[in-house]
């Protein structure tokens, strides 16, 4: 089946503000790309509907929902917003999209859960905000797509189902989120005591769920290791219904927020090891903070998806969209040639430490452990 793009025109000139690291086009950039590429399906992508409060909360607390329509049409938030909802406070800024634009990014992962109901493939780049809670904004995160999304194949009458999560941060919403539910497993691969802290090895929150901390500086082999050892023999030991995939791309060398050390390549390669193994499959982007390494990882999951060859060197009109891009931190001041003209990175293989050895033995030590559930 023809995997299907899911997007949004929202995501172009929105910005969180010029300080926060999301004053970037990450979206709109890997679009374009895919677009130069020549790799849009015929019809283009389909846009994501802005999800409704009462979509929203199948998840969300409604006076929260409220509380950030209230924000984006006064673009304020009152000191209550603030210390309860964590709204203009803690590093998620009313901004002119607060509530539509994550509203978008849910509908839009609604949408793809009921694409696939009986079956495929779909991408959902502005999807993945895996910190936002029930009542309260997380993490540059204010709704939670990936769990609306999830409740979406629950609701559908799915009953295992596996959450996969390779971004920088534990996918900490999420994972509370299904805490004591059994139908969602989730597997999240983070950075070692990195914000916000949580997702030890020993976390298994209440059994369905699998945390592999890794230490800065993680490199292609050592996610290879990740991979074969651990996030394939949990998938085939569970076999699932479906798979959700959170492509964060802030766990690449060049991220500013974070100090792993991946390229491209490595998520590439999780994507590739995960098409197939279940009947459905959604993938989704998350964090990634340097517009050129999130444009040129995200445009190539899509690539990945549908087979594309990924040319050595882009075309002009694909170089053109990545020597448009302005960005304000030190990286963005002499950006290295190969962030214009290719979309793959050079592998960062290296030694496999044995700190990464040790979490992964953790994981699967008793895999057999699991309950596959009865169909
Ligand atoms: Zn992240």
Redo the contacts with the bound molecule.
């Keep these: 089946m023809t995997p299907l793009l899911i997007g949004s025109e929202i995501y172009r000139h929105s910005s969180y503000g010029p300080k926060h690291p999301l004053a970037i086009p990450r979206v709109s950039t890997a679009l374009d790309l895919i677009e130069a590429l020549g790799w849009l399906p015929p019809a283009g992508w389909i846009e994501a509907p802005r999800a409704t409060p009462a979509e929203l909360a199948r998840f969300h607390a409604p006076d929260y929902i409220a509380a950030l329509q209230r924000a984006e049409a006064t673009q304020r938030a009152t000191p209550e917003d603030q210390a309860r909802f964590h709204i203009g406070a803690h590093g998620n800024p009313v901004y002119r999209e607060v509530f539509s634009r994550p509203a978008t990014s849910a509908g839009g992962c609604m949408l793809a859960a009921r694409l696939t109901a009986g079956g495929g493939v779909v991408y959902c780049p502005g999807g993945g905000t895996h910190h936002g809670r029930p009542d309260r904004a997380s993490?540059f995160c204010y709704l939670n797509d990936p769990v609306l999304g999830l409740l979406t194949w629950l609701d559908a009458g799915l009953d295992n189902v596996l959450y996969v999560d390779i971004?920088?941060?534990h996918g900490d919403g999420v994972q509370d989120a299904f805490h004591d539910d059994p139908r969602v497993f989730t597997l999240s691969v983070h950075e070692e005591g990195r914000w916000p802290r949580t997702g030890a090895v020993e976390d298994r929150a209440g059994g369905a769920a699998r945390n592999l901390p890794v230490p800065s500086g993680f490199n292609d082999s050592e996610m290879l290791w990740v991979l074969h050892g651990a996030i394939l023999p949990v998938a085939r030991r569970l076999r699932p219904q479906a798979i959700m995939l959170q492509c964060?791309a802030?766990a690449l060398e060049e991220d500013p927020?974070?100090r792993l050390s991946l390229s491209n390549n490595a998520h590439w390669g999780v994507v590739r090891a995960l098409m197939g193994l279940a009947p459905r499959l959604l993938v989704l982007g998350?964090?990634?903070y340097n517009p050129w390494t999130v444009g040129r990882c995200w445009a190539g999951v899509w690539a990945v998806l549908n087979g594309y060859d990924i040319p050595e060197r882009l075309p002009p009109a694909a170089e053109q969209v990545l020597r448009a891009l302005r960005f304000g931190r030190a990286a963005g001041r002499n950006p290295p040639e190969h962030w214009f003209t290719t979309l793959r990175d050079a592998p960062r293989p290296g030694v496999v430490r044995a700190a990464v050895q040790r979490v992964v033995a953790a994981v699967v030590r008793d895999l057999d452990t699991i309950a596959v559930r009865e169909r």
């Design positions: 993490g971004d920088a941060h964060g802030d927020l974070s998350g964090g990634g």
